[in-house]
């Protein structure tokens, strides 16, 4: 046997110092601190190489160095493992257990000091291979452990808050449990590492005697076992503390029981915490509750029987790593030997995504070691000896670049220096001539194994990465960022790849109920790199992922419908598109879900359904309420599906803003005709009815002139009826329970029609309801007689009433009492009128609204000159001025009224084909910029592909195209406004 004594080091097998002053600087330091007797054994050939190679290359090895000279004395005349060993056995519990806190403290700081300096020594002279340095670094870190949690049990047990059953052996039988998973688990700790811990108590077992709970009482000891370690202090650290590795860390408390870790792994444990879970090992606690909780936890981790699914989320592990095989060039500078192309992460899970897979029928399989693991599988046959022989070299040798790297200033790092002294200092510490030999070394071996894992699955499908064009790492494992994937999803077009990389990771934990079954998140890793890449290109990606994330919160259950887009990847496309485009039905679709099932059911590109359709499929779903409450949802559900179907047609380009306008009013005259006469029923169940024909209410505005948008709210005026032949109408009352006076009566009914409209039940609002077009405006009363209300029309009105009565058209009601309002109307809106004052009035209204609406901005196709509202005054002086003679020019819609005043010879034939084009653009436009834009149209703030559509709605070849267009109509439409309505410069 060789030995591991320092006198035994070969100097010329040392690394050479990169920095010769700092050398002989802290050679001198050590010589004035060392006794007379003990300075020539410090000048030996060894000991002097080995120094110049400490000092030379290590600011943090030269401190631990020179505050522990009598350590270094001892390996200079002793056997480096017994050196070692009286360490450990210094900070047992036993030997520590008279020490306070802050004794304990600086005893287990001073022993990690004393270990790395040991340990150090016996890796850089070669006296121990990987395996001894890793497995004492870790049995330091379990002694380090169980020196803490004793302590902190003992004084619990002294304050009265716990029993222990053996208080002289605080751990045995205590019900706590610590797991060390990660490479504290498999005892291949590295010099600077965490420790991962998982933190569990046995309920049965723990003898709580406080006041409060015992899982508050060790969540309590918890944070003293990470302050005891972790904290620095003037004699620095012990060990940084991971406990993200437990059950969904976000949401639970550092310390949780048995019962509700083995409920998380049986329901919605994930792949790679099996793969985590490969290397638990109880590390400090009660051991023999630690080894029957892993032993439950037998099944989770290694599945006799693995379906197809689960197979493919193991290979997603890999698979979400972006390899493949030759023609790579890795940049050594910055390079992360861990996580990076060919570092030591893929010689991991090149291992632990086949023991996934095999372990479950093999026990050979079943190893805590890497290296270990990737012999097994020759053993099985699932691995070439040669390729386990350059993994397992790769493996050895990065993990000695990672313990150099880390030795250095005591930092936490696998990243290689990314300029040229810090680099050549690695690489000489690594025990190269120079970096250029350092680099050839390493190069072949991230070569050799990126390589192999690209082999590893090879003929899996790619998770879409390889279709979408995406180049780097998406993983999303574990509880941390992996840099390669945020820098990949940066790329990809998200500003803030962290955050983007955390909310994914949230996702796997099953934080939503839509990822808590493990085929939902199975399903969705396959997804997630064409999700990513569609959102990534949207306009704002971070915002597309953001409304994506809502709509994963809402989602009541995930299997379906993430098969749903894996087998629909139209739908996919769809809904980044809307994520990313549409802010309205991205709104829409996080509050209801359901909303795809009507955009599935109806067809992606299908033409919407006619108005006796519509009609006769809501009175199908209406006909399945069970009350009135339930109608009122069912006509929500249907109204906001058939809006949402229509937007996403408007948005895919499958239907233009001249069609899209009729068919959302059609949307709401039939959700309207139905409620009108549920409300009714339910009102007259109250307060019974009156004679005659009862009510109708008329639509004026958008839905009046059918040219709904998305966002558009609902202008109505209500009429009633007085019968002829009634006596003191005014005073006669209603049949009902509560009878009332028909003022009241017509009022109230009126004002639970627009409370069923409005009310906001647990599917959102029907519509907004605006009142203000009533007679009299907000002071007038909300339903008025029909005989008063054309008086008030004839003798008291407005100009601008009449100009919005051009718009009004019956939604519901008695048929008679319909045809003598649209009868009234036509009087009201063909009487003769003085055309002068018609101008000036309209002219007046139109000053008005300029100031109140004043706007230079020309996106503002509703306010500025020459956009809709100069098109509606146009449409509207037309049709009051000539009406009287053409009744026919009568029409809502402008674009209808222009047409009639052409086809009538009102205005000349060029004028009017201006004008009509003019409001079709509007239209068109108007619909999309509601639905993309949802309020004022930004410029600046608009993406390529808004601007691009845009451009296509008006056959426009760009952007700056439609603008030069839209600035060119503006002009048009408002020099024809000033030719109708006659303006003088000075007027």
């Known amino acids: 046997m060789s030995s591991t004594k320092l006198a035994a080091i070969d100097p010329a097998t040392l690394p050479r110092p990169s920095d010769p002053r700092q050398v002989d600087l802290h050679l001198e330091q050590l010589i004035q601190a060392l006794p007379a007797e003990a300075q020539g054994s410090v000048n030996t050939p060894a000991a002097r190489a080995l120094l110049e190679a400490l000092f030379g290359n290590s600011p943090f090895l030269s401190r631990c160095l020179l505050a522990e000279t009598d350590a270094f004395l001892e390996l200079l005349t002793q056997d480096v493992d017994s050196v070692f060993n009286n360490v450990v056995t210094a900070i047992t519990p036993k030997a520590l257990e008279s020490l306070d806190e802050a004794g304990l403290m600086a005893a287990l700081r001073r022993a990690r000091r004393r270990v790395a300096l040991i340990v150090a020594s016996a890796d850089i002279g070669r006296l121990w291979p990987l395996e001894t340095i890793t497995a004492a670094l870790s049995r330091f870190a379990e002694a380090a452990l169980h020196a803490a949690i004793s302590h902190l049990l003992r004084q619990l047990h002294v304050a009265g808050e716990i029993s222990l059953p053996f208080p002289d052996q605080p751990e045995r039988d205590c019900g706590l449990i610590v797991l060390g998973l990660g490479k504290l688990g498999a005892g291949e700790l590295n010099y600077s590492s965490d420790i991962d811990l998982i933190l569990l108590f046995e309920r049965d077992k723990i003898r709580y005697t406080g006041r409060k709970t015992a899982q508050e009482c060790l969540v309590r000891l918890a944070r003293n076992l990470v302050r005891i370690l972790q904290d620095a202090t003037a004699e620095g650290y012990v060990f940084r503390i991971d406990l993200r590795l437990r059950p969904d860390p976000a949401s639970t408390p550092l310390v949780i029981s048995t019962l509700a870790a083995e409920t998380y792994y049986e329901g919605m444990g994930q792949n790679w915490e099996r793969a985590a879970m490969i290397k638990a090992r109880v590390v400090a606690g009660d051991v023999a509750a630690g080894e029957m909780f892993l032993r439950n936890l037998r099944p989770f981790i290694w599945r006799k029987h693995l379906d197809f699914a689960a197979i493919q989320d193991i290979h997603s592990i890999k698979r979400q790593i972006y390899a493949v095989k030759g023609h790579r060039q890795v940049a050594v500078a910055g390079h992360n030997i861990k996580l990076g192309r060919g570092g030591i992460r893929e010689i991991e899970f090149f291992a632990q995504t086949q023991q996934l897979i095999w372990g479950g029928r093999v026990m050979d399989l079943r190893q805590r070691v890497t290296c270990e693991a990737i012999l097994a599988l020759v053993r099985l046959g699932k691995c070439k000896p040669e390729v386990a022989e350059e993994l397992i070299a790769a493996y050895r040798f990065l993990r000695m670049i990672e313990h150099r790297l880390q030795m250095i200033e005591d ?238 047609r408007i948005l895919r380009g499958t239907l233009d803003g001249d069609a899209a306008g009729p068919l959302l009013s059609d949307v709401a005259d039939c959700a309207l005709a139905a409620l009108f006469p549920r409300v009714a029923a339910e009102f007259e169940q109250q307060h019974g009815k009156l004679p005659g024909r009862g009510m109708v209410f008329l639509a004026l505005g958008k839905l009046g002139s059918r040219e709904m948008t998305i966002t558009s709210d609902l202008d109505l005026v209500f009429v009633y009826d007085i019968p002829p032949g009634v006596p003191d109408w005014d005073t006669v009352l209603s049949d009902g329970p509560k009878p009332l006076a028909p003022i009241q009566y017509y009022a109230r009914l009126a004002q639970r029609l627009i409370n069923a409209i409005t009310a906001p039940t647990g599917e959102g609002r029907l519509f907004e309801v605006d009142m203000r077009l009533r007679p009299s405006g907000n002071s007038g009363p909300i339903a008025s007689g029909l005989a008063p209300f054309e008086k008030y029309q004839l003798t008291e009105a407005w100009t601008w009433e009449h100009m919005a009565l051009t718009r009004a058209r019956v939604i519901a009601g008695d048929a008679g009492l319909a045809d003598d309002t649209v009868a009234m109307l036509n009087r009201v809106l063909c009487q003769k009128r003085d055309p002068e004052k018609l101008r000036i009035d309209i002219l007046d209204m139109r000053r008005r609204m300029a100031g109140q609406y004043r706007t230079d901005d020309m996106w503002d196709l509703k306010h500025a000159r020459g956009g809709q509202v100069d098109l509606d005054f146009i449409s509207q002086y037309l049709i009051l001025k000539h009406a009287a003679e053409f009744p026919d020019i009568v029409a809502g819609d402008p674009v209808i009224a222009l047409g009639q005043a052409h086809l009538l010879g009102l205005i000349d034939p060029v004028t009017g084909d201006k004008l009509i084009a003019a409001a079709q653009l509007w239209h068109r436009l108007q619909q999309v910029i509601r639905l993309i834009v949802g309020g004022k149209l930004e410029e600046e703030k608009l993406g390529a592909p808004a601007k691009k559509h845009l451009a296509q709605i008006a056959a426009e070849p760009d952007f700056s195209a439609l603008k030069a267009l839209v600035m060119e109509q503006e002009a048009v439409v408002f020099a024809c406004f000033e030719t109708i309505f006659e303006i003088e410069p000075t007027e």
């Open 411 to 648: 930092h936490q790092t696998q990243t290689l220096p990314d300029f040229g002294p810090a680099l050549d200092r690695v690489a000489l510490f690594s025990g190269h001539a120079d970096t250029a030999e350092f680099e050839v070394a390493l190069r072949y071996h991230l070569g050799r194994v990126e390589d192999h894992y690209a082999e590893l699955f090879e003929e899996a499908p790619t998770l879409g990465a390889a279709e979408a064009g995406i180049a780097g790492s998406l993983v999303f494992t574990g509880t941390e960022d992996d840099p390669e994937t945020v820098q990949t999803l940066e790329r990809m077009g998200f500003p803030n790849g962290s955050a983007v990389a955390a909310q994914i990771r949230a996702w796997h934990h099953g934080r939503y109920r839509a990822t808590r079954s493990a085929r939902a998140r199975e399903l969705l890793t396959e997804l997630m790199p064409r999700l990513l890449n569609i959102l990534g290109q949207t306009v704002d990606p971070d915002t597309a992922f953001r409304r994506f994330d809502d709509l994963l919160r809402a989602l009541p259950a995930g299997v379906q419908f993430f098969s749903l887009l894996y087998s629909n990847p139209a739908l996919l496309d769809l809904i980044a598109e809307v994520m990313g485009t549409a802010p309205l039905l991205a709104e829409q679709l996080a509050r209801r879900p359901a909303l795809l099932d009507g955009v599935l059911a109806a067809g992606l590109y299908d033409t919407n359904a006619d108005r006796e359709a519509l009609a006769a499929d809501l009175d199908r779903q209406l006909g399945l309420a069970t009350d009135f409450q339930d109608a009122l949802d069912v006509l929500r559900r249907w109204t906001k599906d058939q809006q949402f179907q229509i937007g996403v």
